[in-house]
């Protein structure tokens, strides 16, 4: 047998190569830059980034905000009509999985490495909230491989149901897991490093998905509720708490107001306009502005097609209010007026022991105050006839008075709208689904391409991917 002599020259050749490149890479490196992210950037950035993409142009502007009819367009209406176009839903599926799902895994993961429980319980709360935002849009989503990408290239898609209650299990040991007291939380652009403020959104994430399967999974939700009541006074946001992120001056301003710096093309929606006016509801001129050719406030309606629209004219409509529109108007995650209306219903179906139409009244009233409103107009609201409680039909009442309250909260509005079916909404003027409205959002068409089989899975199981196929939650 020969063997293969190898000279020397060479074996040196390869020997100094190794060392240069070795030697390269060392002088390569910059001494100034992290090697591993640092995790109060990676949580400021992606608090930022996420409440942009939900409080945006494509899950809410040109999405939830039309369907839920709080808004409508005057220009370019075609979303209006529910002739949804290809490029918002990749945005909102991308940034919610690129932007949110893969950065607070790897929070999550620093939270561990670190030593810091409290990175990791929030990592996950936000996560938990971006998954809920995801399948209440969307249906069955990934969800157990999400976030792992060097694993798995192609994620399964989860039922909506195991995301769900995959959520619950994770947001109750997330609360847990809170330590007030230790392990700061610094770069907390939301609630500024408070864990109670936490472990409390936490339990509200949960009381709201508990609601979301209460018609499908009774028993299941009525054990979350159990366990939340079990933390006492403490467990649940304090009176006319908000869960806001507060936006600043230009370039971290509020999407909404980043919009209308450069156009001009939605209006109020009638909709809302004449529910508003029907009830003489002291909110109106908060969520809607005057028109600068008229003294009245006039809504557009929904889905009219474009020439007819413009017709209407941009100086005798009114836009949304300032309170929603201004460079730094805040973006509302949860409110204390939407944890009361989540108990009233509780109360009402016997998932806890409580006053039903007594926690509604805290509801309508703290929506009120929410806006700048006494408690003694809540009062006199509350007192007319279309207002005041109906046990007998108490999806009427808390559908229609938290349609008004979650004004503005998109995809929160359209959720609670399609499981409580009230409002009894009309679908837009000319729309383009047959007389019907949408009940969710069609999966982007990069997953048929690069996912394909998984896409097909959750297709088959779910239905045809269409704007008006009902979601699982969606049961009546």
Known sequence: MKKLLIPTYLLFAIVLLASCRKELERINKNPNEPTTVQPDYLLSNGIKANVDTYWGPDAAMDGTLLYVQYWSKI?????????AGATGTQTVWSNFYAQGIEDFTTLAQLGDSLHNANYKA??????????????????????KQAGQ??????????????????????????????????????????????????KQFANALRLRIALRIADREFATAKAVFDDVAAGGATALLPKDTVIKLNYLASPNQNPVGRNRETRNDYRISKSVVDKLKALNDPRLPIYATMPKDTNVIIG?????????????????????????????????????????????EAAQRSLIAGNAPALYNQAVTASFVQYGIPEAAAVTYLARPEV???????????GEQKWLALFGQGIEAFTEWRRLDYPQLKAAYAGALGGKMPARFKYPSSEQSLNGTNYKAAVARQGADLLTTKLWFDKF
């Open 122 to 143: 929030v990592a996950v709360i936000m996560r938990s909230w971006i998954f809920q935002q995801l399948t209440d849009l969307y249906g069955d989503i990934p969800y």
């Open 75 to 83: 220009q370019y209406t075609d979303a209006d009509r529910y002739i």
């Open 300 to 344: 557009v309606t929904n889905g009219l097609p474009s020439d007819s629209a413009a017709r209407l004219g941009f100086t005798k409509t009114s836009d949304a209010g300032t309170v929603f529109t201004a460079t730094t108007a805040p973006a509302i995650l949860f409110s204390y007026a939407e944890q009361q209306f989540i108990l009233a």
């Open 149 to 198: 990408i060097s694993q798995y290239l192609t994620p399964v898609y989860d039922s909506q149901k195991d995301v769900y209650t995959g959520l619950l299990a994770e947001l109750k040991q997330a609360a847990a897991s809170l330590t007030p007291g230790s392990n700061d939380i610094n770069g907390d652009i939301l609630l500024g490093g408070n864990t109670v403020r936490w």
């Open 388 to 398: 005041t409680y109906d046990a007998a039909n108490f999806k009427k009442s808390i």
